[in-house]
């Protein structure tokens, strides 16, 4: 009995191999870069966040006539807002977002804005992440605007 190679259908061993060598050498490339790529996003995210964030404090102070607080900690990835002294939110980081050197005056820094929505200090906020990536806020202290920071 012999083989018909005419009628033989599917892939030889070699060819099977030589799909799975090349899709190995293609993931080897492309996952490190799909990493980095998401880690830049949700630092992105988590900047564009803490942009709001602030964005929303300063307007609520002004429209309610209150006091409100952004808190940070160096040692800790998440910030909390406050209105007057009543904890309003936890805002967590992801893992691997975290607080970059120059931040404000740490180890405790709250960013506060009066009832005139205006901010009773200015500085900038960094966010960076474990590829070395920067983004963050920056609020001006006389005028209240807050800037996204980033690419």
């Not at 090349?22 to 942009?51: D, K």
């Not at 920056?138 to 005028?143: A, Q």
Request: proline share 5%.
């Amino acid at each position: 009995m012999f083989w018909d190679c005419e009628k033989a259908k599917g892939f030889t061993l070699l060819e099977a191999m030589a799909a799975l060598l090349l899709i190995g050498a293609l993931s080897a490339v492309a996952i490190p870069s799909m990493v980095r790529w998401l880690a830049y996003w949700e630092l992105r995210a988590a900047a564009e966040r803490l942009t709001a964030d602030l964005r929303e404090c300063q307007s609520r102070a002004e429209a309610e006539g209150v006091f409100y607080e952004l808190r940070f900690w160096r040692t800790r990835p998440d910030y909390m807002v406050y209105r007057g002294v009543e904890h309003v939110r936890t805002v967590d980081n992801k893992p691997g977002i975290a607080y970059a050197t120059g931040i404000l005056p740490l180890p405790d820094t709250h960013l506060r804005f009066n009832p005139r929505g205006t901010g009773i200090q200015g500085g900038t906020i960094w966010l960076c992440n474990r590829f070395g990536d920067r983004m963050g806020a920056r609020i001006y202290p006389d005028s209240g605007v807050v800037i996204f920071l980033g690419p």
